[in-house]
């Protein structure tokens, strides 16, 4: 039997942003997920011991990074990219995530700023998590001290980056300690405009408008980021394309039943499974796309995103 729709996010749904594509562009959707990020400053961010604002090497150049620390002595160390549909989001518009993750998991969390498009196209921001995802790792005893104990992290388009990244990361033979992916964007062949590619996850027609993000804004979204449709069979835009998963770093992949990505997010986990990565999924019941920054809202979304986070923090615990 299906969850229902929460209550509390079903009343919050119309006041969220980016949901008509004819209305939006890259500098509209920016300012609406800002304009997000600022209407809550009344309510103070769950405090850390220190947020500092640092650089990570992107592959261009340095980029604007945020390291939250919430302990003292060694640690864990995360590499968060943020979502946006590649296009919106920030460090600050994801600020309140990047703080629950450093003080639920006891991790150092290195939040990082990648180029966006459509001033840099794919691969610019894959490229960029890579770089900084090696550079944090390079410079390991200025975050956490512990090499064996990084982690890559992401919600949604950010999701997308942190899957690429971890596939990146095996084949240059870096060991990661785990992945935690949140509603991630697995598969842009077609972007989400191909009637048959899109026939391949049924969710991308049963949530395809009215529970936030929409099919429409996905392909507007995956219209900016990639420059020639054909670069969606690339694995390094969709992670699902990827020719072996063996050997990537646990997982945990959260998905959202009245998301639709949902599907795409599922068959990721389901390859994982099948290649022998240690995986734990969770399908989101009852919310929807981005519910990991409604927890103050939703008793629902919080309690899902906390056993996320909990299994995140045993994989990192443990160690590559």
């Not at 095996?170 to 300690?177: H, K, N």
């Not at 900016?224 to 990537?248: E, I, N």
């Not at 920054?293 to 919080?302: F, I, P, T």
């Amino acid at each position: 039997m299906v969850t229902p729709l929460d209550p509390v996010i079903a009343q919050i749904i119309p006041l969220l942003p980016l949901q008509n594509p004819d209305a939006l562009t890259p500098q509209s959707a920016r300012d609406a997920l800002s304009a997000l990020a600022a209407a809550r400053a009344a309510v103070p961010p769950p405090p850390v011991m220190s947020a500092e604002n640092i650089q990570v090497k992107g592959a261009a150049g340095f980029l604007a990074a945020r390291a939250y620390r919430n302990t003292s002595g060694p640690s864990p160390t995360i590499v968060f990219f943020h979502g946006g549909g590649w296009v919106a989001g920030d460090i600050d518009t994801h600020d309140r995530q990047a703080r629950l993750l450093a003080i639920e998991t006891g991790a150092i969390v290195v939040s990082v700023d990648y180029r966006r498009p459509p001033e840099v196209r794919f691969p610019g921001a894959f490229e960029d998590a890579f770089a900084a995802a090696k550079d944090v790792i390079a410079r390991i005893a200025e975050f956490g001290g512990d090499a064996s104990r990084v982690g890559v992290a992401g919600d949604s388009a950010g999701g997308n980056l942190a899957a690429a990244t971890a596939i990146a990361c095996r084949d240059a033979g870096i060991r990661l300690a785990a992945q935690l992916l949140v509603y991630p964007v697995t598969d842009v062949v077609g972007n989400f405009a191909d009637a048959r590619e899109n026939t391949r996850f049924p969710s991308r027609a049963e949530n395809a408008e009215g529970y936030f993000l929409t099919r429409a804004v996905m392909e507007w979204f995956c219209g900016h980021y990639l420059l020639d449709v054909a670069h969606g069979t690339d694995w390094r835009a969709s992670p699902l394309r990827a020719k072996s998963f063996a050997g990537l770093a646990p997982a945990v992949v959260t998905t959202a039943w009245f998301d639709p990505l949902r599907d795409e997010g599922k068959a990721y986990a389901d390859a994982l499974k099948a290649a022998g990565v240690p995986t734990t999924y969770y399908d989101g019941p009852g919310l929807i796309h981005g519910y990991f920054g409604l927890v103050d809202a939703s008793d629902a979304a919080r309690i899902e995103a906390q056993k996320a986070r909990a299994d995140f923090k045993a994989l990192l615990e443990k160690g590559a």
